[in-house]
Structures are given as C-alpha cells and as structure tokens.
C-alpha cells in the first residue's frame, strides 16, 4: 500500500464528502507533540497522577518521580486540545465514540469499564493512552507503506500533493449501534 492509499482511508478525507450519510462528527487536529504524549508509556491525565507518580496538570513535574521513574511532561498543546475535545463532545449531545485517523480504540474498552461511550476529555485520553490500536495508528500505519521514507517515516508526513498531513481525532455522536447491523461502503476512483 502506497502512503496516499492510506490517506485516503482516514476519516479526515471521506468524512466531508460523506457527512450527510454518516453519524455526525467532529475533527479534531492532533499537534505532533499531542500524538507523541499519546504513546507515551503511562498514563497522565489532567488533575491526576499517573501510575509512575507524575505531577497534576499545571505543576511542574521532576525529572524523576519519589520510586526512580521518569514522569510523562504533558504536551504544550493539551489544553487547547483538550478543550476542543470537550466542546465536540458538548455539541454531539455530551456522549462520542472515538477513533483517530483509521482506527477506533476499540482494544482499550475495558478502561471505560467495556463501553466506549466516552462523556469527558479525561474518558477521551484514557481510551486512547490504554490502547494498542491507537498507538499503531500513530506511529506504525505509515511505516508500514511502501513508500514510507517519503511519507515521514510514521510521523505527520505529506500526501501525494506535497501537502503535511497530520493525525486527527474524530469525535462522533454516539449511538447504540448493534454490532450485527454494521455495514461499511466503498466507493471506486474516478
């Protein structure tokens, strides 16, 4: 698979053209700061501490935590982010289901306690930092195309036009969909 192919099949690109026969969404831009906290080993959210002992949102945090680890820095970008996360979330009607570019977070459900009906920013990047497929999307989907030392080597890279393109989060409408009753559609070139 060639690096535009793959492009083609984020969300980024169909959603515009297909947004009247699809559930509602909102996209998300990921800075690649925001991308690579994302895959960061551990888990740090806003207002909490992570396993490894990181300090709460707005402190700063040691080089080290108190058992000898290193703790994750939150990205410069978070809370614009993260504030874009929860006004998509508001103007879905206050629940989404969430996937990146190609991939949902579908593995990391167990987080939510087996839904992944997120209401919260916090629910959003808990999802997202738990989850294999997530992580793939990030940093192998790319690495993975034939011409990928063109496309950026798994980072934001450019498309066939020379164009960057960077990760997204799309945010949408959730609604209890039966797994049975799912269909995708495909439509040709040209």
């Not at 690579?36 to 909490?48: E, K, N, Q, R, T």
């Not at 504030?83 to 508001?90: F, K, S, V």
């Not at 209890?176 to 040709?188: A, D, I, K, N, V």
């Amino acid at each position: 698979m060639l690096s535009s192919d793959l492009l083609s099949c984020g969300i980024d690109r169909w959603y515009p053209d297909l947004r009247r026969l699809t559930i509602r969404s909102v996209l998300v831009p990921l800075p690649s700061d925001f991308a690579a906290y994302l895959v960061a080993d551990g888990v740090v959210l806003p207002g909490g501490d992570d396993e490894a002992g990181a300090s709460p949102a707005g402190e700063e945090a040691d080089d080290e935590s108190a058992d000898g680890s290193a703790a994750l820095a939150l990205p410069a970008s978070f809370e614009a982010v993260r504030r874009a996360i929860d006004d998509g979330i508001e103007r879905l009607g206050g629940a989404v289901f969430v996937k990146l570019n190609w991939s949902a977070p579908r593995d990391a459900a167990w987080v939510l306690g087996g839904s992944l009906k997120c209401t919260s920013s916090e629910d959003v990047l808990l999802l997202l930092q738990s989850s294999d497929r997530a992580a793939h999307d990030l940093t192998e989907a790319r690495r993975m195309c034939e011409d990928a030392a063109a496309a950026g080597e798994g980072g934001a890279g450019v498309d066939a036009a020379g164009e960057p393109h960077g990760f997204v989060l799309a945010l949408r409408k959730w609604c209890e969909l039966q797994p049975s009753r799912e269909f995708r559609c495909f439509r040709g070139a040209g």
